[in-house]
């Protein structure tokens, strides 16, 4: 039997990341058209773009949910995502107490120390 392939704690996820608001406009895309892929150590900040952010609380559960392979369509009530200040992502705002919802594809991962 193969040995499961799925994230847990201490791992560094690989994947391609599509955020969108209620009304389906994407705030967020990474890892699509030659971008790098979206890069964070669970339970900690993400590194990227040669400066450090936290990454919400609700991905870093989704992610560490899945298995290497999968797609997964995600649902982030405002508590797991940017709360009642909202954020100013990529390409749109996130207003206050939002839901956001999240296509992740997890492509790989590392343990890392």
Known sequence: MKKCEKVLFNVKPQLKLIGK??????????????EHLFEFKTDECVYWACHV?????GLDRAVKNMKKGEIAL?????????????SSQEVAIVLPSSTVYYEVELLSFVKVR
């Open 21 to 34: 608001l209620q009304d389906r406009t994407a705030f967020l895309k990474k890892g699509y058209e030659d």
């Open 53 to 57: 952010e936290k990454v919400i609380d």
């Open 74 to 86: 995600v649902t982030i009530r405002p508590e797991y995502a940017f709360g009642p200040s909202g």
